[in-house]
């Protein structure tokens, strides 16, 4: 019954590699979000879909492009992986209608390794 | 634009004695303001959040926190410390002004270490 899961929850992989991160969430919410947490714990949002619809699309090189099937899913490809890619990626959902009161809720996390 | 600034990257207290996490705000209108924690390898979950209805704001664990406008503060207590509050804080703003699909803005996170 988990609320937001990610797969996978450790990625390893070499450089050059694209991987694929996904993220389903089952609290009915209409909004999702991926976060980047860097090796210092500093989380920065990447994107945000509302209803499959692109929202936030942050400094993100191009290698990275989510797709959202439907709005219980959020999915992150990365092309052309590079090292710097190496970090926690974090899937979060919220309601809109909520506004800019409404708390997200989080994943557990994919902690991407780039060798 | 928000920004939040969290004063100390390590708080260190004793099992049984009060935990005081600071956090100043920056905002350019009525902000949103949650505080989050994340245990080792974990994801984050939410402690409680701000949204002007009360000042003085009651999270889960024992936590709570306090909106001070004029000191555009929200600092984190809680009265006694357990060793499982031992994680990662991290003070969270969103501007009143943005959607609600607009990210949320992290601190840079306080790391709470509870001593036996």
């Known amino acids: 019954d988990t609320a937001v899961s990610q797969t996978p929850k450790y990625l390893v992989t070499q450089m050059g590699n694209d991987k694929s991160i996904k993220c389903e969430q089952n609290l009915g919410h209409d909004t999702m979000y991926w976060y980047k947490q860097d090796s210092k714990k500093f989380l920065k949002i990447m994107f945000s879909y509302n209803n499959k619809e692109l929202i936030i699309n942050e400094t993100v090189p191009n290698r990275f492009s989510p797709k959202s099937p439907d709005k219980a899913h959020l999915n992150l490809h990365i092309n052309s992986l590079e090292l710097g890619d190496s970090a926690v990626y974090f899937c979060?959902?919220?309601?809109?209608?909520?506004?800019?009161?409404?708390?997200?809720?989080f994943g557990p996390g994919t902690r991407l390794l780039v060798l | 634009a928000q920004s939040v600034t969290q004063l100390d990257s390590h708080v260190s207290v004793s099992e049984g004695t009060p935990v005081l996490l600071r956090c100043n705000y920056s905002s350019s209108y009525s902000p949103s303001l949650f505080w989050y924690v994340q245990h080792p390898n974990k994801g984050l979950q939410l402690l409680l959040k701000?949204?002007?209805?009360?000042?003085l704001v009651k999270g889960i664990n024992g936590f709570e926190a306090e909106f001070k406008k004029s000191e555009t503060s929200f600092h984190l207590t809680k009265p006694s410390a357990h060793m499982s509050d031992a994680a990662e804080y991290f003070c969270v703003v969103r501007d009143g002004l943005g959607g609600g699909a607009d990210g949320l803005t992290f601190g840079k996170g306080t790391h709470l270490i509870i001593q036996p």
């Open positions: 979060a959902s919220s309601q809109l209608a909520g506004g800019p009161t409404s708390a997200q809720y």
């Open positions: 701000y949204t002007s209805a009360a000042t």
